[in-house]
């Protein structure tokens, strides 16, 4: 596949306006603020069928149709850059390395959803993403293509360039929103929905960075071109963040349902020493663990689905045989433990839990049942939190239980682990 | 709509939740941060329950029902998630009920026992949030009374919505975040509003208690007695938790149509005062100027003889008789009656704190001027609440909630006008600060503003008077006089007449004012003027729990109980008819009248109940001297005040603990309370000491319990008639006052000039504070503990210009006297003001003031 997101991104130069320009940048704008009305655009992305790539894979337009016309209050976009899911790291990509092409897709969608403030809420470890988006921000303020009366076209926006407190919750949307109003990064109870009360009680649409980046490119080259890419239900290319074990660690840019193997093994180069493989996670740690039989998957929603797993920020983590899978979900789980928001009672007790029996089997003090009772646990904990943070802390437990069963009993039973060496994860 | 909840069906309305429609069927699903008096929170979790076939479990708290509903509260999954949701509650929980201070009453601990598993299956080391090493227990004062104690905190943050979404302040929240997340106060930064204390009570578990109570008593060995805040107008209802002759603590008894749950910390801390030490203990007799205990009998027997041989030497109208917006109307009740019957004088009156109360005859056109015409309630049917002259906060704490609560629900808008910034301005649409004393300029600005621009919309023929008389208040001139931008008075004229239900609030700088009267006139003109279809009212909010009760009984010159003038000769017969006993018709003195009276030697002779004038009465040296002069004065008080001290005898009362009674709060709710012990001592309720004084004399007061006389009350008093004692818990009732229907018309109202003055160039504001009210709180220990000590607001800018620093000892000076005080800079006052509280019994306020004055006037020197 021809790269598309990434057609650009080593391009010396490319986060500069001139040189974007120069590659075809801005082409998409003046198409879509000069040839379509708004609601032609939200019929579009609707037909090109985009799906958020944040996670939850939410098709982009019918989000966008949420937004009530007829309300008086003022709407806001929300550019998602938080990207804190462990091992993902495209978003960080896209906005270091083509920053207009993300802020080409911000003005567009706002366009298209009727916004005239957009907020990007970064991540707080991005200060050098943050730079380079206050950059970008200035030069398309300068160029015209923010501000009042966009390219004479009568259309007004402004961008607020908001930097986090470096909370993995934050990047819930409703945590985020609050963290936007000032608030403690908790997180809300919906409905509302962001569409209809969002930021200060304002209906919101909120897309992560790469599926904004998505947008100029399904204008320019339309909704069919777009679906054409990838597979029915997940058209369109997608970055992978391939991280772990692997030869060639790094982002590629392949189309939609493209395999685990092919991702691994092709792309990112194999397994590292020619080691075995053990384990993968397909998409950031709140994603289920697949074992080496499951590389045939495709790397789509569905698919991942298909598999009992899911496609996530399609964050690939790969583990080889050296590594302790008690250990792993240790380490995944204390994460969670650490970046609960605390406001409902099973994800911040329950984490709490869970990590500590996790650390007393890892450290030679597992008793007998304490299998049992993490899985309760997780159990308690599953369905019953109010956002979905909760039950993605308790996948990395489960599904190294149902996989790796038999590391948690040795580890339980000889006070060590299975594997030899231990590789450090932390 | 037909939901059916664990196999019962009912029937409820669209926009019901799941958690209100299982209580409607009477089943209890376990919540915790859940509260009906907050936003919801979905935080706890505890709520979930099965609907229809849904996979996952759904918040009984925040889903909303919808018609054919199945909901299952019961079910082995439901049963599951709550042992799970508890459990998880309980790893971190301490364990040590025994050494909470909430067991007993603690939510986590019912709910445990009822809904938790019997197995402990952590093992791990519990989460501490450790305050002191040294210490056993992690508790962390977090204000002058609130002590937390993270350990015990289930995070489901009533306490913080609380103080934030109800109360309105930013002084407590949430830190850290997940299994680190903790309650508390910014550094330095207390804990200490004036609705703090209701965290205590809305913590379900034991994270939160107050200083006052905790490790006093375990909760299930005290007794709840019902009874009425005394503190304010606003009568919050209460529980009084007594045991053993003392009261433990005060928690809220919720009435929605008044406090919805909240108390204010004056009313929930400031009861210590009943149990203090220096309380009265038995009656009390003058001799070489000294107090000794006598008899009960004693006492009756020296005030009938110099009562009867002054009424003998000089007729009953050398007596008169003090009684008190404070106490019941019981008490006030009996209180009258002796006067006009045993003595035979109308000299009574109540109103010691006001220079010139008006006349009771004069308000007849307004029965608004004896209390509010809306109820509490009735706030939350308004467009605009307007707010003159009163700071809501100090004088009525939980109407001030009320108003905040309706302008976040309903977005009702508020003005304020003050002569100072008040504390609701973070709300209010428009502050309007205008100089003391010039509403009536200012009112009349706003009525020819509206003349002027023609948006009124009564005929023009009906208010050509009104025109003549207004129209010299244009906006210059009226800016000039009140300090009000002009532009500020035009915008707010336009913005009343577009509002079409509005309520006028008037508070305690209208109460006190040199013009009452034209104020209310005024603002009764502006209500006449908005005319057809807009409905307007005026509210004149009495400052103590029976200000109402005190004028509705009689405690009043010239009018008996129930308004009925004392001259009128059919009012005169009915009562006449009752007491069995011949009545005066000549009115009486009203109490700045009294003092002038004794000085021209026509008062002998006075008894005063409940008041204590001496800090009281706006003039100190003039009522020192009057008071002193009387050849006899006998002071009824639950403490020796500094009227008792002057006085020849000094007959101990009870308070409002001790004795059954009601309390007419300021919207007119007659409300019980009941007795939680006996007098103290040998103290007396105060209308048996008035009972047995006149049986003494050879009366027949026979009145064996104070309900005896609410019922009389009910049956003699026209506007309380039909009021049952057992009914007014019920119903909670307010009264109607439809008797004399006002006679709309306009009526002229000019301001007038407050003379300037050089040499004292400072206005004096006086009132209650927040922790303090009247003269009695600040016997406790509990309200001192947060604050203890007088102070003078002043504008800081003014304290540049005077080289006074925050804390600095100054001098307030008048004509009349000095005082001593330390200096509070604060921006709420305006420049050219001093606020003085008159709640502390070192700082005497009142000698800098002068009767004669329109306003009292001081000027500052440094100490
Ligand atoms: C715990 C949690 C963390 C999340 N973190 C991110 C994130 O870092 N970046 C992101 O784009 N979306 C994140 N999401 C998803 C967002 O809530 C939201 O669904 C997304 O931004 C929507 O954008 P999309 O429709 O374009 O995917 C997170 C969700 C959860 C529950
Ligand atoms: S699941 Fe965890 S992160 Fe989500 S609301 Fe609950 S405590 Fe916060
Ligand atoms: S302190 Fe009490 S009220 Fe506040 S969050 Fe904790 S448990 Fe809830
Ligand atoms: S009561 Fe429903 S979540 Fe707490």
Redesign the interface.
């Known amino acids: 596949m021809e790269k598309i997101l990434f057609k650009h991104i080593d391009f010396p130069e490319q986060y500069k306006i001139d040189v974007y320009i120069k590659n075809g940048g801005y082409i998409a704008l003046s198409k879509a603020l000069k040839e379509f009305t708004p609601d032609d655009l939200i019929e579009m992305v609707k037909k090109s069928n985009l799906r958020g790539r944040g996670g939850a894979g939410f098709p982009t337009g019918v989000k966008w149709g949420f937004v009530p016309k007829d309300s008086p209050k003022a709407k806001y976009l929300i550019c998602n850059a938080d990207e804190g899911e462990p091992g993902t790291f495209k978003d960080r990509w896209l906005l270091e390395k083509d920053p207009h092409q993300l802020l080409e897709g911000i003005i567009i969608s706002s366009y298209a959803t009727g916004a005239h403030l957009c907020f990007i809420y970064i991540r707080g470890e991005f200060s050098f993403g943050a730079k380079r988006l206050k950059g970008a921000i200035e030069e398309a303020y300068q160029k015209g293509f923010l501000g009042k009366n966009i390219l004479g076209t009568g259309f007004d926006l402004d961008i607020i360039l908001y930097r986090g407190g470096g909370a993995y919750i934050c990047g819930e949307e409703t945590s985020l929103m609050n963290s936007i109003q000032g608030e403690r990064g908790l997180t809300r109870l919906k409905p509302p929905f962001p569409t209809s009360a969002g930021v200060y009680e304002c209906p919101t649409v909120i897309n992560n960075v790469e599926t904004l980046s998505n947008i100029p490119h399904i204008v320019l080259n339309g909704p069919e071109w777009f679906s054409s890419i990838g597979t029915p239900t997940s058209p369109g290319p997608k970055i992978y963040s391939v991280s772990g074990h692997v030869k060639k660690p790094g982002n590629y840019e392949l189309p939609m349902g493209t395999t685990l193997k092919e991702i691994i093994y092709e792309h990112a180069g194999g397994i590292k020493d020619n080691k075995n493989l053990k384990a993968v996670i397909p998409g950031g740690i709140s994603t289920p663990v697949l074992t080496p039989d499951k590389l045939f998957a495709k790397m789509d929603f569905d698919s991942m689905c298909d598999v009992g797993s899911m496609l996530g920020s399609g964050a690939v983590i790969v583990m080889d045989e050296t590594t302790c899978m008690v250990k792993s979900a240790q380490r995944m789980v204390k994460f969670f433990e650490h970046e609960s928001c605390g406001k409902c009672t099973p994800c911040r007790e329950g984490t709490y839990w869970l990590s500590r029996i996790l650390e007393r089997i890892e450290n030679g003090g597992g008793e007998e049942g304490d299998i049992q009772l993490l899985l309760d646990i997780c159990d308690n904990i599953c369905g019953k939190t109010l956002c979905p943070m909760g039950d993605g802390a308790i996948i990395p437990v489960l599904s190294t239980i149902e996989n790796f069963r038999e590391e948690y009993e040795y580890h339980i039973k000889n006070k060590k682990c299975m594997v030899t060496p231990v590789r450090r994860f932390d | 709509m037909k939901i059916t909840i664990d196999n019962k069906e009912v029937e409820v309305d669209p926009g019901t939740t799941i958690l209100e429609t299982a209580k409607k069927a009477g089943i209890e699903i376990p919540t915790f941060c859940w509260h009906e008096k907050l936003d919801?929170?979905?935080?706890?979790?505890?709520c979930?329950v099965e609907v229809d076939d849904l996979?996952?479990?759904q918040?009984a708290c925040?889903t909303y029902v919808c018609d054919g509903m199945r909901v299952k509260t019961n079910s082995p999954k439901v049963i599951?998630?709550r042992k799970?949701?508890l459990?998880?509650?309980l790893?971190?929980h301490p364990l040590d009920c025994p050494t909470c201070d909430k067991a007993g009453e603690c939510e986590l601990q019912d709910y445990v026992f009822k809904y938790g598993s019997d197995k402990k299956?952590?093992?791990?080391?519990k989460?501490r949030f450790i305050v002191d090493r040294s210490q056993t227990f992690d508790d962390l004062k977090i204000g002058p009374q609130i002590i937390r104690n993270q350990n015990r905190c289930?995070?489901c943050?009533r306490c913080i919505r609380f103080i934030k979404d109800i109360a309105g302040e930013d002084e407590l929240?949430?830190f850290?975040?997940?299994?680190?997340?903790e309650i508390n106060s910014l550094p330095e930064i207390p804990i200490a509003n004036q609705y703090a204390g209701n965290v205590v009570e809305l913590c379900p578990v034991g994270a939160l208690t107050s200083k006052a109570f905790r490790y006093k008593i375990r909760v299930w060995l005290t007794k709840k007695i019902e009874s009425v805040c005394p503190f304010c107008g606003d009568g919050c209802n209460l529980f009084l938790w007594v045991k053993d002759n003392r009261i433990y603590r005060v928690t809220s008894r919720r009435n929605d149509k008044i406090d919805e749950g909240f108390l204010c910390d004056r009313g929930r801390f400031g009861y210590d005062f009943v149990n203090h030490p220096d309380r009265l203990k038995t009656p009390l007799l003058k001799e070489n100027n000294d107090f000794i205990p006598v008899s009960w009998e004693e006492a009756f027997e020296t005030i009938a003889k110099r009562f009867e041989k002054i009424k003998k030497d000089y007729g009953p109208d050398f007596l008169a008789g003090v009684g008190s917006p404070k106490l019941a109307n019981e008490d006030n009740y009996i209180f009258q009656k002796f006067f006009r019957t045993v003595i035979g004088t109308n000299n009574i009156d109540h109103r010691v704190n006001i220079k010139n109360p008006l006349p009771g005859s004069d308000f007849k056109d307004y029965k608004n001027f004896f209390g509010m015409s809306d109820s509490i309630e009735d706030l939350e049917n308004s467009d605009l609440i307007f707010i003159l002259g009163c700071d809501m906060n100090l004088e009525h704490p939980i109407i001030a909630l009320r108003i905040r609560k309706t302008q976040r629900k309903n977005g009702t808008f508020v003005i304020l006008a003050n002569p100072k910034r008040t504390k609701l301005k973070n709300i209010a649409t428009y502050e309007l600060l205008y100089k003391y004393g010039t509403e009536v300029a200012f009112l009349n600005g706003i009525l020819n503003q509206i003349i002027d621009e023609k948006l009124y919309r009564i005929e023009e023929n009906k208010i050509r008077e009104l025109k003549d008389w207004v129209k010299e208040y244009d906006l210059d001139k009226v800016s000039d006089i009140t300090g009000v931008p002009a532009e500020k008075i035009k915008t707010v004229a336009k913005f009343i007449s577009q509002k079409e239900r509005v309520i006028f609030l008037l508070g305690r700088e209208i109460i006190l004012h040199h013009q009452t009267q034209d104020v209310v006139d005024s603002v009764n003109n502006l209500i006449l003027l908005l005319g057809n279809g807009r409905k307007g009212s005026l509210n004149l909010l009495w400052e103590y729990n029976n200000s109402c009760g005190a004028l509705d009984i009689g405690i009043l010159p010239d009018r008996l109980p129930g308004y009925l003038p004392v001259n009128d000769l059919e009012s005169k017969k009915r009562f006449e008819n009752f007491w069995k006993e011949k009545l005066s018709e000549k009115p009486g003195k009203s109490f700045n009248k009294m003092l002038e009276a004794i000085l021209q030697g026509s008062l002998k002779a006075m008894y005063i109940m409940g008041s204590d004038p001496v800090r009281e009465f706006p003039d100190r040296n003039f009522g020192l001297k009057a008071l002193k002069k009387l050849d006899f004065l006998v002071v009824q008080d639950i403490f020796l005040t500094e009227t008792a001290k002057i006085a020849d005898v000094v007959l101990p009362g009870a308070s409002f603990a001790e004795k059954d009674g009601t309390f007419t709060n300021c919207e007119r709710r007659v409300q019980k309370l009941k007795r939680g012990f006996k007098p103290l001592y040998d103290s007396k309720a105060d209308w048996e000491i008035i009972c047995e004084l006149a049986n003494y004399w050879g009366s027949d007061f026979d009145y064996p319990q104070a309900k005896d006389i609410t019922s009389e009350i009910a049956e003699v008093v026209p506007i309380y008639s039909g009021f049952k004692c057992e009914q007014i818990d019920e119903n909670r009732k307010r009264l109607d006052l439809s008797f004399e229907k006002e006679k709309v018309r306009f009526k002229r109202a000019d301001y007038k000039k407050i003379p300037d003055d050089k040499e004292y160039p400072f206005v004096l504001i006086t009132g209650n504070t927040y922790y303090h009210f009247g003269t009695l709180t600040q016997k406790g220990e509990n309200l001192n503990s947060i604050v203890s000590e007088g102070f003078c607001e002043i504008n800081p800018e003014d304290a540049k210009n005077l080289d006074i620093f925050d804390g600095d000892l100054i001098k307030l000076e008048s004509l009349s006297g000095k005082i001593e005080i330390k200096a509070k800079l604060k921006g709420n006052i305006q420049k050219g003001t001093v606020f003085v509280p008159i709640n502390f019994e070192k700082i005497r306020y009142n000698l800098l003031m002068d009767k004669d004055k329109l306003v009292d006037r001081v000027r500052i020197r440094k100490s």
């Open positions: 919801v929170y979905g935080g706890c979790r505890l979930l996979p996952k479990l918040l925040a599951k998630a799970g949701n459990e998880f509650l790893i971190n299956r952590f093992k791990e080391k989460r289930i995070i943050a929240g949430d850290n975040k997940g299994y680190r997340s």
